[in-house]
Structures are given as structure tokens and as C-alpha cells.
């Protein structure tokens, strides 16, 4: 059963950071490549970031680039996003997803609310 759990998800100010983990099981991790996607308040799912199989390529929707980075831990079958100079427009449902795009199995989701 495919299973992904997203957690560190919480309150921010702005200029803030905050680290989104992805623990996933029940499928072979190594074999796919995984993504980030958000869901803001009253509009549609974005997809946000994408890394390869090996970790070695990564892309990011201009909005995010220069202050998140995703990464994995191949080892521990987890996905990771560090989110620095967080700003209000960050405000989302983030979700876990696994392949690239945002039509993969998904989690439930971790909010994070970014407020002064």
C-alpha cells in the first residue's frame, strides 16, 4: 500500500523557514522521482518542486526559486523541502507526491500559514 505522510509543516513570519518531510512506504522509492505541489486558499493545485530518481536534478516553479530546496534521503525513503524567506503568498496545503508532475499517489497534506 503507497503510502506518504508530510509533516513540519506550521506558523511562520515572513522571512522565516520552515522544513516539510515526506516519509513514504509501501512502493520500490529508488524508482521514482518525487514532487512537491501546494493548494492555496480558494485556488487550484500548483505544482511547486520536482527532484530525480538519484537526487541529482531538481526544478522549482520560478515563484519558489532561490528559497526552497528539495532533497531526498534514498536511504530512509524520505523527501524533504526546506523553505526559507518564507512570504504570505507561501500560505498553502503542501503535498507529498510521488513522480513528477502533480497526478501522482499524494498525501494528506501539512499547512503551512506564513502571517506577520
Known amino acids: 500500500q503507497v503510502q506518504l505522510v508530510e509533516s513540519g509543516g506550521g506558523l511562520a513570519q515572513p522571512g522565516g523557514s520552515l522544513r516539510l518531510s515526506c516519509a513514504t512506504s509501501?512502493?520500490?522509492?529508488?524508482?521514482?522521482?518525487m514532487s512537491w505541489a501546494r493548494q492555496a486558499p480558494g485556488k487550484g493545485l500548483e505544482w511547486v518542486s520536482g527532484?530525480?530518481?538519484?537526487?541529482?536534478?531538481?526544478y522549482y516553479v520560478d515563484t519558489v526559486k532561490g528559497r526552497f530546496t528539495i532533497s531526498r534521503d534514498n536511504a530512509k525513503n524520505i523527501v524533504y523541502l526546506q523553505m526559507n524567506s518564507l512570504k504570505p503568498e507561501d500560505t498553502a496545503l503542501y503535498y507529498c507526491?510521488?513522480?513528477?508532475?502533480?497526478?501522482?499517489?499524494r498525501g494528506q497534506g501539512t499547512q503551512v500559514t506564513v502571517f506577520s
Open positions: 527532484i530525480s530518481m538519484n537526487g541529482k536534478t531538481t
Open positions: 509501501g512502493f520500490t522509492f529508488t524508482s521514482y522521482a
Open positions: 507526491v510521488r513522480g513528477w508532475g502533480m497526478s501522482g499517489y
